[in-house]
Structure formats: structure tokens, C-alpha cells
């Protein structure tokens, strides 16, 4: 897994970069994208001389981030894409990896400027920050956390379907942390939104960096305690109490949102 730290040593060949065109992620056709590329090979088939964004240490060794050249990219051995297609394909850490490499690269371009003075920033706190010298404004790289939650009814489980359709999935329900509210609270606050019940016993489960583009998952359960479902229209498109073995389609195990439906049903 990834072990996030300084890297201290000169950038060396066998460093292991995770490599990106814009927001896609770049893989070769030739072995598993578990494979990092590294260093050599950036440079020699694609050309690059950038050292990168610092990202810690993958399997014992430096590992960047580092934008491609497009131009670059030859369609009979690498392949660019959303980072999604590797969701699954590849170990929960390899995936962690790539998304934090995506969400350097992301920060960086979209942090270039001070939002404050305008002025140009350049790295500080050894590649974790960029700061600004005309004003002093710091910035880290921004996470959004966000809540998931398997409301439970006696043995059924609440699923919902997101208004669009877009994944064909019936989920856990999910929403982002406002300022100011605590994670228990947004709970509440978003099965009260989305489906219009009331849930107490608000238990922590786990979590999973979500990199589309930058959200930490908070995984929770919760209890039901009152109301009849009545969904949000602009939110989702419908909801139900599902007993094991009669849930619709559900989320990949992979997803923080397959686990908490896993463990709501193999412990009910
Ligand atoms: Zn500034």
C-alpha cells in the first residue's frame, strides 16, 4: 500500500509514477495496471522529464503523479481512461494510490493562482502545500467528506435509486457534510432529505477515499425510528425495504457501498 510520507532520496529511475492525460488515467495494454510505471519507462516511451507530484512511498519505493503528453499516448500498447475502469480491477490500495495521484494533479492545476490576491503560488511543506508569496494565503489539497449510510428496519434494509438512473444501482443513501454540521448529524439530516425518515443510533462503520473529484466516504448505519418513504424527486427516483435475497441491484462489493450492505445483511 501506499505509506505517505517526505520522500527524501534525489528522483530515481525505478521511482513508480502514476501516470495521467488530463483527468484519465494512462495504462499500458501489456501487463496489469496493479504495475505502476516507473520512472524509466516514463521517460523513454513517453518522453517526460518532470519530476512529478511527490505522493509518498509505493511498495518501499517513491511514487509521483505526473501528467503525459497526449501526443504520447500509442493506441496499440496504452490505453487512457476514467479512473472508474480500474475500480475493482485492481487491489483497494493500488486504487487508493491512483486516486490520490489524481487529486495532486487536480489540485495543483486548479491551485496555480492565489484564490485570495490572485498571485501566482508555487510548493511549499515539501510538495503537501502550495503557498502564495504575495499575501501568505496556504493551500492543502481539499477534501469533501461525505456521509453513507444502511438505514435498517428490523432486517430490511433501505435502498434507493438516484434520480437519473445513471448507475442502475439501488444504494445506500449519501450526501456531503455541510460547514458546521457533524458527521452523526448529517446523517440524519440527509435520510431525513432524501426519503423523509427519521433514523437515531448513528454508528460509525468505515471509510473509503471517493477520488470523483475529491470526497472521503464516512460509512455509518443507522436505525429507523419514524415516517413512510417519500423520496426527494431531484435526488431519487425511488426507495424501498429490501430483506436479504430480495434486494434489487446493488453496488460492487469494492464500494463502501457494497460493504455496508454485505455486513447489514450477513449480520441480520
Ligand atoms: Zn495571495
Given at each position: 500500500m501506499l505509506d505517505i510520507k517526505p520522500i527524501v532520496e534525489a528522483p530515481g529511475a525505478e521511482d513508480y509514477l502514476c501516470l495521467f492525460v488530463g483527468s484519465e488515467v494512462v495504462v499500458s495494454l501489456r501487463r496489469s495496471p496493479e504495475d505502476i510505471w516507473m520512472r524509466h519507462e516514463a521517460e523513454s516511451i513517453f518522453g517526460t522529464q518532470a519530476v512529478g507530484e511527490p505522493m509518498g512511498y509505493w511498495c518501499g519505493r517513491p511514487c509521483y503523479a505526473l501528467e503525459v503528453d497526449q501526443q504520447q499516448i500509442n493506441a496499440m500498447e496504452h490505453t487512457k481512461g476514467h479512473l472508474l475502469t480500474l475500480f475493482g480491477r485492481v487491489s483497494a490500495a493500488a486504487f487508493a494510490t491512483y486516486g490520490r495521484a489524481l487529486q495532486m494533479l487536480s489540485w495543483r492545476r486548479d491551485h496555480q493562482?492565489?484564490?485570495?490576491?490572485g498571485s501566482a503560488t508555487e510548493a511549499a511543506d515539501a510538495g503537501k502545500a502550495l503557498a502564495c508569496g504575495a499575501c501568505g494565503l496556504t493551500a492543502y489539497p481539499r477534501l469533501h467528506p461525505c456521509v453513507i449510510v444502511a438505514v435498517g428496519r428490523g432486517d430490511e434494509l433501505l435502498l434507493a435509486e438516484a434520480a437519473g438512473g445513471r448507475t442502475g444501482f439501488h444504494s445506500t443513501l449519501a450526501g456531503f457534510i455541510e460547514p458546521g454540521e457533524t458527521a452523526e448529524e448529517a446523517v440524519i439530516r440527509e435520510v431525513r432529505e432524501e426519503v423523509g425518515l427519521t433514523v437515531s443510533n448513528v454508528r460509525y462503520f468505515q471509510s473509503q477515499p471517493w477520488p470523483f473529484p475529491s470526497q472521503l466516504m464516512l460509512g455509518f448505519f443507522a436505525d429507523y425510528v419514524a415516517g413512510e418513504i417519500t423520496v426527494e424527486p431531484s435526488e431519487i427516483a425511488r426507495a424501498g425495504w429490501y430483506r436479504k435475497g430480495h434486494e434489487p441491484r446493488v453496488p460492487p462489493p469494492a464500494s463502501i457501498a457494497g460493504q455496508l450492505i454485505n455486513h447489514f445483511y450477513a449480520s441480520h
Open positions: 493562482f492565489c484564490g485570495r490576491c
